[in-house]
């Protein structure tokens, strides 16, 4: 009963529809069919129905159903839920009609490309097929199966090591030939190739459009980061070793000999990509300018800043390891006090350090209050003695300071 009630209702829709269309309807008599405008005879020599098949006496009138998909996902992210899309047939002359399923059954968690169709055939033995493919992949970083290192392969080094120039051979792929051009990475190494920088890089091999990561070690001998850490104390350690007091000039360090990541079990290398900073650095990364600098090293979801003193050129850095009380210290052993007009106005700020008892404190430009006239930007013009002035507040506790500069 439903079944009739729908093939009334869409009836009604066709009638509906040919009421409003307003272009001429053309109707072919028996033998004939409706090709570009005009009725022609059905069994023309190129007709591809055969004028003598008496099975079927009225070939034009019947057309092949038609199959619509909904909700069709050409690709699959590897592991995740696949859903076959939803299949409707519609017919000139059937209702009924049902979509066969054939081909393969997809597997998400396989990396493959799987081919589905769907078919139906009418009752007068007319088939529809669409076919197409559904391709698992491995977007990500996870695939395990398809790129691998192979089993008698370690990608542990020691400074002085020569990197190996044939590690595409290193590694192996369902996917394809790991070929030389396969690798990249950012190990740091000598021009003949020698490891000369521990660390923790990476090296990606990209195989039939899949990349996988892999962690490479480069340890030093000399340095045992076990040793740095508190046994069952998570967190991000500094090598107890180093100090985070650089000069001017000084280049940027190798931060693997810095930090280890701890998770109280495992030591966990910091990837290169891991330093956050904010040291000013020219092209070659030596250290541009005296002050203070934030690191922030991340790994394993632990985080943590620290800050880094920049002296000026040539100070002693042995200055910081006397400073443990809290107060606001100068730092005018290489510092100009005598200018001559048309010198730009240095930072004054970096004439000073500030301890707050347990670290050091930054302190920003413009901390400091001066009489020198100045242009616009910031040049000196006019010949005098001058007064400068700092004042800090550390742990509500006021630190006040002057000297006297001199333009001529
Ligand atoms: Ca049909």
């Known amino acids: 009963?439903?079944?009739?009630?729908?093939?009334?209702?869409?009836?009604?829709?066709?009638?509906?529809?040919?009421?409003?269309?307003?272009?001429?309807?053309?109707?072919?008599?028996?033998?004939?069919?409706?090709?570009?405008?005009?009725?022609?005879?059905?069994?023309l020599p190129n007709d591809n129905e055969d004028p003598n098949d008496n099975e079927d006496p009225d070939p034009v009138q019947n057309q092949a159903p038609t199959i619509t998909l909904q909700g069709v996902v050409y690709v699959v992210n590897l592991n995740e839920s696949f859903t076959m899309p939803t299949c409707q047939v519609t017919d000139d002359t059937d209702t009924d009609l049902e979509c066969q399923v054939s081909g393969d059954t997809v597997d998400p968690s396989t990396v493959a490309t799987y081919t589905i169709t769907f078919s139906t055939t009418d009752s007068e033995g007319l088939t529809t097929e669409k076919t197409y493919t559904v391709s698992v992949v491995d977007q990500g970083n996870v695939n395990a199966g398809s790129i691998r290192l192979k089993s008698d392969k370690v990608l542990v080094f020691n400074l002085g090591d020569s990197f190996p120039m044939n590690l595409h051979e290193w590694f192996e792929s369902d996917l394809g030939d790991v070929m030389p051009g396969s690798i990249t990475h950012n190990v740091l190494m000598s021009a003949d190739h020698v490891l000369f920088e521990r660390g923790s890089y990476t090296v990606t091999v990209s195989v039939g459009g899949v990349s996988k990561d892999f962690q490479v070690l480069v340890n030093?001998?000399?340095?045992?980061?076990?040793?740095?850490?508190?046994?069952?104390?998570?967190?991000i350690y500094l090598n107890p070793n180093k100090e985070l007091v650089f000069n001017v000039n000084d280049y940027m360090p190798n931060w693997a000999d810095y930090f280890i990541g701890y998770d109280g079990t495992n030591l966990l290398e910091i990837p290169v990509g891991n330093y956050?900073?904010?040291?000013?650095m020219d092209a070659d990364n030596k250290l541009l300018s005296e002050g203070f600098a934030e690191i922030t090293v991340s790994v394993?979801?632990?985080?943590?800043?620290?800050?880094?003193?920049?002296?000026?050129?040539?100070?002693?850095?042995?200055?910081?390891?006397?400073?443990?009380?809290?107060?606001?210290?100068?730092?005018?052993?290489?510092?100009?006090?005598?200018f001559n007009v048309g010198d730009v106005l240095p930072d004054f700020s970096s004439y000073y350090i500030g301890h707050d008892g347990d670290d050091f404190i930054v302190l920003y430009p413009g901390m400091t209050t001066h009489d020198i006239v100045l242009s616009a930007d910031n040049v000196m013009t006019t010949p005098g003695t001058y007064t400068v002035s700092i004042e800090v507040t550390i742990n509500h506790q006021v630190y006040t300071d002057t000297f006297t500069v001199t333009v001529n």
């Not at 439903?2 to 529809?17: D, G, N, P």
């Not at 956050?276 to 000013?280: D, G, K, R, S, Y």
């Open 220 to 235: 030093d001998p000399d340095i045992n980061p076990s040793e740095w850490v508190t046994e069952g104390v998570p967190g």
């Open 300 to 338: 394993g979801g632990y985080q943590e800043t620290f800050i880094i003193v920049i002296l000026g050129e040539g100070i002693d850095r042995s200055i910081l390891t006397e400073i443990t009380e809290q107060g606001l210290y100068q730092n005018f052993d290489t510092k100009q006090f005598t």
């Open 1 to 43: 009963m439903k079944k009739l009630l729908s093939f009334v209702l869409l009836m009604a829709i066709v009638i509906t529809l040919s009421a409003c269309n307003t272009a001429p309807t053309v109707k072919c008599g028996a033998g004939t069919r409706y090709i570009d405008g005009k009725c022609v005879a059905s069994n």
């Open 276 to 280: 956050l900073h904010t040291l000013l």
